[in-house]
Each structure stands twice: as structure tokens, then as C-alpha cells.
Nanobody, 124 residues
């Protein structure tokens, strides 16, 4: 069992930056692939980024490539999402997720554990 708690969301102007954190508790955090997803009201939860247990592999949705960076610190049981050059369309609730296995998959159904989410609002 893994518990995930996100933090770092907030209100930022377009062009600004935020860093989200996801603290994990439970066993064997270092063996999980970690992902970030986001959701706006009325839309499905969409994949943003994922990172393998060793941090050797990352995967991003095209719309955030070059602006967002996912990283992890297994010693601290924490995964991060550095978000730069934010746009109003990045506004969403951001969720941290964990999945067993090594593939940095984008399909949300493959993730086993989810956090409660943190709101990110980007003003124009």
C-alpha cells in the first residue's frame, strides 16, 4: 500500500513557475513508476508526465515537453514536477500516481495509487 500527498499548487501568472511535490509513504517507493496527471472539470484526467523507478526513463505529454520536468528522490520518497513557462491552459487539479512495474505508461488505468490532488491556477 502506498499513500500519496501532493503539495505546491497555487495561483501563478502566465509565464511563471511552480514546483509540485508528491510525498509517498508505504513500502518500496523506489520500486514504483511515478506519474503526474491533471484534470479540469468536465474533462477526463489526462497524463502529464511519468518517471521510472531509477529515474532513467521519463515520458511527457507533448503539450508540456520543454516546459515541465519530472524528477524523483527515492531517499526522500518524493517525486517532483517542475513547471515553467506556465500557460492558462495548464490550469487544473494535478494528481500524483504510482504504479507497479517499470514502464512509464500514460494510461491512467495502469496506475494503482492516487493522491488527492493539488490545484494549479494560471492567470492570463
Amino acid at each position: 500500500q502506498v499513500q500519496l500527498v501532493e503539495s505546491g499548487g497555487g495561483l501563478v501568472q502566465a509565464g511563471g513557475s511552480l514546483r509540485l511535490s508528491c510525498a509517498a509513504s508505504g513500502r518500496a517507493f523506489g520500486s514504483y513508476t511515478m506519474g503526474w496527471f491533471r484534470q479540469v472539470p468536465g474533462k477526463e484526467r489526462e497524463f502529464v508526465a511519468a518517471i521510472s523507478w531509477s529515474a532513467g526513463t521519463t515520458n511527457y505529454v507533448d503539450s508540456v515537453k520543454g516546459r515541465f520536468t519530472i524528477s524523483r528522490d527515492n531517499a526522500k520518497n518524493t517525486v517532483y514536477l517542475q513547471m515553467n513557462s506556465l500557460k492558462p491552459e495548464d490550469t487544473a487539479v494535478y494528481y500524483c500516481a504510482a504504479r507497479r512495474g517499470t514502464a512509464t505508461l500514460s494510461f491512467r488505468g495502469t496506475y494503482d495509487y492516487w493522491g488527492q490532488g493539488t490545484q494549479v491556477t494560471v492567470s492570463s
